[in-house]
């Protein structure tokens, strides 16, 4: 005779408890994951092209140049406000570049504060031209000192 295997009472209990506790864990997780996927980061990364070369200050007879590559991260929006006023904020980035000498970039740490100078130029011109700095961030991605 065959005989065929039976759940006890205690045992269907255990994998009644288990199959109930697997089902809440995932009613209660589907609401986080929900609100994850509202919160979509929409920001971008724009290079201002061309790259920006300019003339340095220099006491030396011969003439140093500075290229530099840019990229802003903004959101959609910011991104569509920097290629709107491309003239205005180049501008203002070429006079804040081409007043720079060679020793004034020549550490990392002067580097940053020329960054984070031209940062508040072109935010300052974003705000008077639209009412908002708009961008988050200004990058260095490319500096030549040549």
């Known amino acids: 005779m065959q005989t065929t295997p039976t759940l006890s009472f205690s045992a269907l209990k255990s994998y009644s408890q288990l199959f109930f506790l697997i089902l809440l864990s995932f009613t209660l ?3 986080l994951y929900a609100e ?3 919160e979509v980061d929409d920001t971008k990364y724009y290079e201002l092209s061309p790259p920006f070369v300019v003339n340095l200050q220099t006491n030396e007879r ?9 990229q802003v991260l903004g959101s959609p929006a910011a991104i569509e ?6 003239a205005p904020l180049r501008d203002v980035i070429i006079t804040a570049l081409s007043a720079q000498t060679r ?3 020549n550490t990392p740490r002067k580097k940053k504060d020329l960054q984070e100078k031209v940062r508040g130029d072109v935010e300052s011109v974003l705000k008077d031209l639209t009412g908002n ?3 988050e961030g ?3 991605t490319n500096f030549v000192i040549q």
Not at 62 to 70: N, S
Not at 81 to 86: E, G, I, S, Y
């Open 29 to 31: 997780m589907t609401p």
């Open 36 to 38: 994850d996927e509202e």
């Open 62 to 70: 011969r003439m140093r140049f500075l290229q530099v590559r840019l």
């Open 81 to 86: 406000a920097v290629q709107t006023h491309n």
């Open 103 to 105: 020793e004034s970039v």
């Open 133 to 135: 700095k708009q961008i």
């Open 138 to 140: 200004l990058y260095f």
